[in-house]
């Protein structure tokens, strides 16, 4: 059964703002090690696809957020939510510490779909429940 549905979008002229303001400081509090490693590689061939790689990344851990009905706060936080591509390229929610524990224990599970334009990026959560 459905557990939650969360949606948002997300300027990513805000983001480069926040990017311009605190600098690295920004991606290290919002991105997962993972994530990181590969915003750096974008970011360093190309800096907008490293903005838009960072705004979709941030737009899906809000509507992941909402989907579990916290909001950003406990047990959620930016770094515990991982958004993965398989080889594919479809994106994956990769949880870990007290999220995942969290997560597993309700027995819940996530899809996600994000996309991006020039200036926004937007995403969709779903969380099923096992039982
Ligand atoms: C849920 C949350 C992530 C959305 O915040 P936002 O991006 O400011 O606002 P959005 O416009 O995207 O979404 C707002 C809507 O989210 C929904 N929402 C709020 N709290 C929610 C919750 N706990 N669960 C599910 N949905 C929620 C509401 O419908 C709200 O709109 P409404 O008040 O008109 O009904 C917010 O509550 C939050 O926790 N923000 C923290 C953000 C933060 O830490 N930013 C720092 C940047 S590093």
Not at 4 to 28: E, K, M, N, S, Y
Not at 117 to 123: G, I, W
Request: aromatic letters at 10%; charged letters at 25%; one cysteine or more.
């Amino acid at each position: 059964m459905i557990y939650g549905i969360g949606t948002d979008i997300c300027d990513v002229r805000r983001i480069a703002a926040t990017l311009g303001r605190q600098g690295d400081r920004f991606p290290q509090r919002v991105l997962s090690d993972a994530e990181y490693a590969i915003w750096q590689a974008r970011s360093a061939r190309w800096p907008q696809r490293g903005l838009r790689y960072l705004a979709t990344r941030f737009s899906a851990k809000e509507a992941f957020s909402k989907a579990i009905g916290t909001g950003m706060h406990m047990p959620m936080s930016w770094r515990l939510c991982e958004i993965a591509n398989l080889k594919s390229g479809k994106p994956v929610i990769v949880l870990h510490g007290g999220l995942k524990e969290w997560f597993e224990a309700q027995g819940l599970s996530a899809h996600v779909t994000v996309t991006d334009e020039t200036d926004y990026a937007a995403s969709f959560v779903v969380v099923e429940r096992d039982k």
